[in-house]
């Protein structure tokens, strides 16, 4: 039977989202209407849905978003196009380019075509550069989520282990970047493992928290976590619209507390999306 304290997500991104209400609002009191734009390339039924979840959220936010849907014949020129119109756009303070884009397209590229200033992913490169720097700017929304998600469930992370299976850009590598930093929140001493460390159970073993991102379903098992750990689940794989997360549901039994199957990193992720693009906004008006 499971003995572990569940970390939800959802109170997490409640609590953020209703701070991004509050900032929008007070940039709408200031005469500046908060836009974050939605770029969508072909017709993939899920992408489609899932920038239509965003567009409505935003909306209920205060945001307004204009949008592009390139066909799914458009071409990377076409794609840029589309960026640098965004870029030059003052009333534009935040751009969303829905992943995945289709295959023959280069995301990474047109990644780097967007101006930094407007990135709401946290995810180009020059973000990528102030968050190793320590300087402002968007932080990457999965690995922000995960620090916001063990502050507000209170969880210690100062000073104490933090291992992270996974290296990859999206999440293990700037998640072990920002809790490394020197933060209240942050200030861990970090270990990631990866591919080449054939015996990484030996290191999340003796994690005080373990934050699974490689992305391969179950990888994480009882055995590999010290009783009483903190376990975060942040990698998932989906087949089909079936979620198979890293941390295989028995590590409940072993853990102290541990974020739940479905409901977990998600919900903050998103929400990090909206601070990310309310904080572009603020600073673009020069509100901060
Ligand atoms: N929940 C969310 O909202 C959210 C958001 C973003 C991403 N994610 C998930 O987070 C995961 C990571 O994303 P990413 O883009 O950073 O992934 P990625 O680039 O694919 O990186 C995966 C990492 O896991 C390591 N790994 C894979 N198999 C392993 C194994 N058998 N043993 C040890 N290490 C292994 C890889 O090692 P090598 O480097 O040695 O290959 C790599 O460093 C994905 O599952 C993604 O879906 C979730």
Redesign the pocket.
């Known amino acids: 039977m499971s003995s572990a304290r569940l970390l939800p997500g959802a109170p997490v991104a409640e609590q953020v989202l209703s701070e991004v209400a509050a900032s929008v609002a007070e940039l709408r009191a200031a005469g500046v209407t908060p836009a974050l734009a939605t770029v969508l390339v072909g017709d993939d039924d899920a992408s489609a849905g899932y920038i239509r979840i965003k567009q409505r959220q935003a909306a209920e936010l205060g945001f307004v978003s204009p949008h592009v849907h390139l066909a799914a014949s458009a071409s990377q020129a076409d794609l840029h196009a589309v960026l640098a119109d965004f870029n030059a756009d003052k009333s534009v303070h935040g751009v969303l380019v829905q992943y995945p884009i289709p295959g023959r397209l280069d995301y990474d590229r047109a990644l780097a075509e967007l101006d930094p200033d407007k990135d709401v992913d946290g995810m180009h490169p020059v973000n990528m550069g102030r968050l190793a720097l320590g300087l402002p700017g968007p932080l990457p929304c999965?690995p922000a989520g995960i620090e916001a998600l063990l502050a507000f469930h209170g969880v210690p992370v100062a000073g104490r282990e933090v291992v992270i299976?996974?290296?990859?850009?999206?999440?293990?590598?700037p998640l072990a970047m920002l809790l490394a930093q020197k933060r209240p929140t942050a200030n861990a001493a970090v270990t990631v493992?990866?591919?080449?460390?054939a015996d990484?159970p030996r290191y999340t073993r003796r994690a005080e928290i373990l934050v699974a991102?490689?992305?391969?379903p179950g990888?994480v098992r009882p055995e590999h976590v010290r009783p009483g750990a903190v376990v975060v689940g942040?990698?998932?794989?989906y087949e089909g619209r079936r979620l198979l997360p890293?941390v295989d549901e028995s590590c409940a039994e072993v853990a102290g507390a541990i974020t739940p199957r479905v409901g977990g990193?998600?919900p903050t992720?998103v929400a990090m999306l909206f601070r990310n693009a309310v904080d572009a906004a603020r600073r673009q008006a020069g509100l901060g």
């Open positions: 999965t299976l996974g290296r990859g850009a999206t999440l293990g590598r493992v990866h591919t080449g460390v990484w991102a490689a992305g391969v990888i942040g990698g998932v794989r890293d990193v998600g992720t």
